[in-house]
């Protein structure tokens, strides 16, 4: 099917030159429901110009920050033109103005220096893809790329949910598909979406498979079971007969993911590329344990921490994969941990993040001492030293016994990256207890710092714990430190904010919630309590003049809606995760819908304008 765009920039309308795709891993998206697809209907023909024609010159709009454009001759692709950036290019600097329009085709690419289209590990998420399409206008070449947004949502309360799709347009916001020839979708609960290959992989729970790995083109026709892993249907119990894909994430050529082929086998590693679904490597004692904070991927190759039982010990290793068994490779010992102590005490202390072309991890030395290092892939053999931590926690407290776990990173800010460190204290059966401490007599009581560090044993420091003239404010060990959103020359923890240069940790202007930050160009969005139960929507520039409400909990103007602006909470609410949706530069979110005289309670998905200021609703959904 051909398409073609439209805008002041276009001239004459012209078939699309190809598809360009990046990927994206955020937050879970949950609900319930069930219903089918349909599809837009198909345009009529389009009689556009000779594709025979060449350019020299051409204009680009709408490619993502942190993508990269190729355009590229299909006949020689040594001909090629990259792009990281809206506005004018020159096709004949590189013999392109030679090559005729259907010749030339459209790829992507992400950068290495952006995190948030990145092949990093997330948690289970969202899924995006970009549609760029060419046209003639005024014989220059014109691109312009497009961004789609693929999420999970169902009714509140029920627990299943479908497959949807938007580009933050009433027209462009649509169901795709539940899983196909399903009936009984009570507990479908799609979820891990990741774009590959301009596909949109996910796993989906169903009575006859379980949990299984799918795969969507965008189409209710194009939605099918990828690949039954665990085949043993005949298993009474949904775990008994589900693989239980996750983690995925691509890597080269392949999307690399973790799952259970069978009930009493662990889990192993392995990869598809939408053709080809297979096992690569299974572990002699224990499978992946691939999580946010304990996987990474750097230079095409993904990292990460597992754990296995050796005897009495618990040893935890940093693995390698290019998603091949050759490539497998355990790349270094982190720890031993003697017995089978808590988990608290074993695996929760794993810290390996990607910052730049570093990866930092944490590794116990002789004395059990956690160190933290860093790797690039040419020093993967001979790591680097950076700090160690529970070294100075014990010269801090003066007490042997603590130690530093939960190591998280929040944050980065130019060259420095910012982690969370939970404080323990070791008993002596070697088990751990949380750790409580106050700083200072008008300081909060916590079991958490906030570190950062450079790479080096200098620019490593504990920040100083926020000072709020009262003893008892703010909740035990909360600093609201998941996740820090950089805003100017401060980064932004929800209720808290830190001011970099100064290395002061103060109250924020709004109390948004820490679950619920997200950052749109140079405007933070978040959810604040209005003292009535309902969330509100906020929105900062970093300037108290420049931080509003834009929707208030309880009212939706022109309508009886009483709504309460809310995010995801594990596929009971029927809502969009605020923390991630963003879509063609705006804020999307849902907000729960109530009616006078309706019994239901049904998501509406809405839009942020691009002042900051408005919302309005792109779709109620009423038929799930």
């Known amino acids: 099917m051909s398409k073609s765009v439209k805008g002041s920039i276009w001239g004459r309308r012209i078939p699309a030159l190809g598809v360009l795709a990046s990927s994206i891993l955020l937050v879970a998206c949950g609900g319930g429901g069930g219903g089918g697809g349909s599809e837009p209907s198909s345009p009529g023909p389009d009689t556009g110009p000779d594709l025979s024609q060449t350019f020299s010159q051409g204009q680009l709009q709408g490619l993502l920050a942190g993508t990269r454009l ?18 004018a290019f020159d ?114 729970e169903t009575d006859q498979h379980g949990n299984e790995l799918w795969v969507s083109d ?57 053709k080809v679904t297979e096992e690569f490597y299974r572990f002699d004692n224990a499978g992946p344990g691939l999580s946010a904070n304990t996987a990474t991927v750097l230079d095409g190759r993904l990292y990460f921490a597992m754990g296995r039982y050796d005897g009495g010990q618990y040893i935890s290793e940093l693995w390698r994969t290019e998603g091949s068994a050759d490539s497998t490779q355990r790349v270094l010992e982190l720890g031993r941990d003697e017995g089978l102590i808590s988990e608290a005490g074993k695996h929760h202390w794993l810290f390996v993040q990607k910052q730049g072309d570093r990866l930092y991890f944490a590794q116990q030395d002789y004395t059990g001492n956690k160190i933290l290092k860093y790797l690039t892939p040419e020093t993967e053999s001979a790591p680097v030293t950076v700090f160690d931590l529970d070294a100075w926690l014990q010269a801090e407290f003066a007490e042997a016994s603590v130690k530093a776990t939960i190591l998280r990173s929040v944050a980065e800010a130019g060259e420095a990256l910012y982690f969370q460190v939970q404080l323990m204290r070791q008993q002596a059966d070697g088990d751990v207890e949380l750790m ?12 958490t710092q906030l570190w950062r560090t450079d790479g080096t044993e200098e620019g490593t420091r504990l920040i100083p714990p926020y000072d709020t003239g009262k003893s008892d404010y703010y909740t035990v060990g909360h600093l609201g430190l998941n996740s820090g959103l950089l805003l100017d020359d401060s980064l932004h923890f929800g209720a808290h904010e830190l001011d970099i240069q100064r290395e002061q940790i103060r109250s924020a202007d709004v109390d948004f919630s820490r679950h619920r930050l997200t950052k749109v160009g140079s405007r933070l969005f978040g959810h604040a309590e209005n003292g009535k139960g309902y969330g509100s929507l906020w929105m900062t520039d970093g300037t108290q003049a420049g931080t509003h409400q834009v929707i208030r909990g309880g009212t939706a103007p022109g309508t009886r809606a009483a709504i309460g602006v809310s995010g995801i909470s594990d596929y009971g609410d029927g809502s969009l995760a605020l923390n991630d949706g963003v879509v063609n530069g705006r804020l999307l979110l849902s907000l729960k819908v109530i009616e006078p005289g309706r019994d239901q309670i049904y998501p509406s998905i809405w839009i942020v304008d691009d002042s900051g200021r408005q919302a309005s609703q792109l779709l109620e959904i009423t038929d799930l």
Not at 73 to 84: F, V
Not at 146 to 154: D, Y
């Open 70 to 87: 190729t355009i590229v001759d299909a006949t020689d692709p040594a001909k090629s033109l990259s792009l990281s950036a809206d506005g």
């Open 436 to 447: 409580y401490y106050q700083p200072s007599p008008n300081s909060t009581t916590l079991t």
């Open 91 to 204: 096709l004949s600097s590189v013999g392109l103005d030679s090559v005729a329009m259907k010749n030339l085709k459209l790829l992507a690419t992400n950068t290495d220096d952006n995190r948030a289209y990145s092949n990093n590990p997330g948690l289970p998420g969202l899924a995006r893809n970009q549609t760029c399409e060419a046209a003639d206008a005024d014989g220059e070449l014109a691109v312009q790329c497009r961004e789609t947004l693929f999420f999970a949502i169902g009714p509140l309360g029920k627990g299943g949910n479908e497959l949807w799709r938007t580009d933050g347009t009433a027209v462009g916001t649509r169901r795709v598909s539940i899983p196909a020839g399903e009936q009984s979708m009570g507990q479908s609960r799609i979820n891990w979406l990741s774009e590959f290959n301009n596909q949109i992989f996910f796993r989906a």
């Open 218 to 274: 965008g189409t209710a026709k194009g939605t099918r079971l990828l690949k039954d892993i665990n085949p043993d249907n005949s298993e009474v119990t949904l775990q008994g007969r589900s693989s239980e894909p996750s983690f995925l994430v691509p890597v080269g050529d392949w999307l690399v993911f973790e799952a259970k082929p069978g009930r009493d086998q662990p889990r192993s590693l392995w990869r598809t590329n939408g």
